[in-house]
């Protein structure tokens, strides 16, 4: 079994962060090791919440803690995604450099959740400096979406060829795999939702019905990275890890559309979770 640490929020009610990450990575057989960057009532999303940022130390203390039991060693992966403070951000750097000192084949998945004031995701200062300036030079793998993608390349994407053009450069920056988690308004096919997953070896996009919300559900990008990271280390090739995420994240948005929820229907797709129907196929470009 691969044991995953996954630094992300944690919302009391609906699926955000932690919310959404976890229970998929347990479905597909990870054990989880969840800490929570922030405890707040319910997605900031929603424009109001209550909760607080964990206080600065704990991660590390955390971490040292684990260390006291010899159990980093058996730490497979690291995942992080909404930081709360940018004190965090140096507790994200130790913790995956203290893992590695105890297993040099932990990875390290960087979700790089940035600020967009557009859709009311709010970051603190200094947090997205870390991503551009730190998770680069120490992710194995990173899975922006457009706007963030945009930040750490610091590009201005309006075409899908800019968007490869851009996954491609944090690849030759030393990223081993970016994951493009949405194409947004540079998808070739604008009624549908596209990825890419980009390697040194290989660019594979893939595309699955796009579903239209009153309000669109927040925590899907939380989502796809649990899972694309639970299916790597389950041991599936760069393509068939990107088909089953595809697949899976299809499954929840489906049902999630079909109660008219704002909020991720994970427990009503949880035997597609488990053993999803490979509905989709990527490509080489």
């Known amino acids: 079994m691969k044991n995953v640490l996954s630094v992300q929020s944690s919302v009391v009610y609906g699926y955000a962060g932690n919310k ?80 590695r000192q105890r297993n040099p084949q932990a990875l390290y998945f960087c ?38 993608l945009g930040v750490l390349t610091g590009r201005q994407l309006r075409s899908f060829d800019e968007v490869v053009e851009a996954a491609r450069q944090l690849v030759s920056w030393g990223v081993k795999k970016v994951l493009v988690k949405h194409l947004g308004d540079c998808s070739r096919d604008k009624q549908a939702f596209e990825m890419l997953l980009v390697t040194p070896e290989q660019t594979l996009h893939i595309a699955r019905p796009l579903y239209t919300f009153a309000k669109m559900p927040v925590g899907v990008g939380d989502l796809i990275c649990s899972v694309m990271l639970a299916s790597l280390l389950n041991g599936y090739e760069d393509k068939q890890a990107l088909e089953r995420t595809t697949s899976v994240v299809d499954a929840v948005m489906r049902l999630t559309k079909e109660h008219d929820s704002y909020e991720l229907r994970l427990i009503d797709a949880r035997h597609q979770i488990m053993d999803p129907q490979v509905r989709y196929q990527a490509t080489v470009i």
């Not at 990870?30 to 964990?54: E, R």
């Open 111 to 148: 979700d790089p959740v940035m600020g967009d004031p557009q859709k009311g995701c709010i970051v603190a200062q200094g947090v997205e400096s870390f991503f551009v300036d730190d998770a680069i030079q120490l992710a194995d793998m990173m899975g922006p979406n457009l706007y963030e």
């Open 20 to 99: 959404a990450a976890v229970l998929p990575m347990q479905l597909s057989g990870i054990d989880v090791w969840p800490f929570y960057t922030v405890q707040f009532s319910n997605h900031t999303q929603y424009g109001m919440w209550q909760g607080m940022a964990m206080p600065h130390g704990e991660l590390s203390a955390i971490i040292s803690g684990l260390d006291d039991l010899q159990k980093l060693a058996q730490c497979d992966a690291v995942l992080s995604g909404y930081l709360g403070d940018k004190r965090h951000c140096e507790e994200v750097k130790h913790a995956v450099t203290t893992i």
